[in-house]
């Protein structure tokens, strides 16, 4: 602490001892100075000494050295530009200008978290706005560029947002849902931790309130992270009504899971996995009956007219003669079952032309597609 202050001190009289040496030396002073040297002269009885003093004075301001120097001070601004002011405004404004200033560039930084923008290119918009707003004083005064618009996302409106999740939660004993599922980050294991709930005046709110790391996605691991996060941010435990996630054997097996473990603590937490997926999954077992593959076959569709611009532009052939709208193929991807619908339907749009396609093709036809259409030798 001792060296702290030893080193502010001497800054300080440095700096004195700097202002003191060049207060005379403003810039395009030197005639001035001299004159007031030789009007003090005129004043008062003239001695050797003062005349040898002026004359080296006069010496000096003719040298290159000096010269130079005065040149340089006049680039250069005085070392109290780099310390605060004693003022209460730093930017010469009012409190109520600086107040004004302060909510227009946190009210830019939501607009850009809120739209998803880019950091560098408000960083640029803010420059353009000091040019487009000349007349006014809060654009010219914004000083906001990337680095401090990141740190009032995470230092001022982050925090401030999820306080107030957790005092609208605290406040009124409000019951929430828990919501999380896991994430992976090439190695790294993430869990977000969602909150659903429901106030008279917004409705119903989902809010993310935590985002971790956690290594051990046991239902034993799962379940302390969760714990550890919800004590953190003082958040009951008991105000937890239900509890959404993936349905995986970890997050809703009937023995030993995430959702047992916190059923312990609330036995009344209410289930709520997901629904869409066990339809699927039934779904995804009926179509095992069929003679063909679905979902092969679209995947065979879409391959052959994605690797070939000659092949989209002679299926538009085919739906034009069959006087229809083109619809781009979709591409349905295995692990994203969601797809399959949408796949389904655009191909469905399209069939006659597409079948008309493929027959055209005769023995170039795959085999696949061949079986689907009963384009083989035996067929009518």
Not at 18 to 41: A, G
Request: hydrophobic share 35%; charged share 20%; glycine share 2%.
């Amino acid at each position: 602490m001792s060296f702290v202050y030893v080193t502010i001190t001497t800054t300080l009289s440095s700096l004195s001892i700097f202002n003191r040496f060049f207060v005379w030396s403003e810039p395009c002073s030197d005639k001035l100075s001299v004159q007031k040297m030789e009007s003090d002269s005129d004043t008062t009885p003239t001695t050797p000494r003062k005349k040898a003093k002026l004359s080296k004075v006069k010496q000096h301001l003719t040298s290159k050295k000096h010269q130079a120097k005065m040149e340089m001070r006049k680039s250069s601004g005085l070392l109290q530009k780099f310390f605060p002011k004693t003022s209460a405004s730093t930017s010469g404004l009012s409190s109520n200008e600086d107040t004004k200033l302060a909510a227009a560039e946190l009210a830019m930084t939501y607009h850009t978290v809120k739209h998803n923008l880019s950091y560098n290119s408000q960083d640029c918009s803010i420059k353009l706005n000091k040019i487009i707003y000349v007349d006014s004083k809060t654009a010219t005064n914004l000083r906001l560029a990337r680095t401090k618009m990141e740190a009032l996302v995470t230092e001022v409106l982050g925090p401030h947002s999820l306080q107030s999740v957790i005092d609208q939660l605290n406040k009124d004993n409000v019951f929430y849902c828990l919501q999380t599922d896991a994430s992976n980050k090439k190695n790294i294991k993430l869990f977000p931790l969602v909150v659903q709930y429901f106030t008279p005046k917004s409705g119903i709110q989902q809010k993310l309130i935590d985002f971790y790391e956690n290594p051990d996605e046991s239902a034993n691991g799962m379940f302390s992270a969760i714990k550890n996060s919800l004590e953190s941010l003082e958040l009951p435990f008991s105000q937890i009504s239900g509890f959404s996630a993936d349905n995986t054997n970890a997050n809703f097996g009937h023995n030993h899971s995430l959702y047992t473990n916190i059923l312990e603590v609330i036995p009344d937490l209410i289930k709520g996995n997901c629904h869409a997926h066990i339809v699927h999954n039934s779904v995804k077992h009926a179509m095992n009956c069929l003679n063909y593959d679905i979902e092969n076959i679209i995947l065979k569709i879409y391959s052959h007219f994605s690797v070939s611009a000659c092949r989209r532009e002679e299926l538009k052939r085919f739906v034009a003669l069959a006087e229809g709208e083109f619809h781009e193929i979709k591409r349905h991807i295995g692990t994203r079952w969601l797809s399959l619908l949408p796949a389904i339907d655009t191909i469905l749009l399209n069939w006659i032309p597409i079948c008309n396609y493929f027959v055209d093709l005769d023995v170039d036809c795959p085999m696949v597609i061949q079986n689907l259409l009963m384009l083989d030798d035996n067929s009518d």
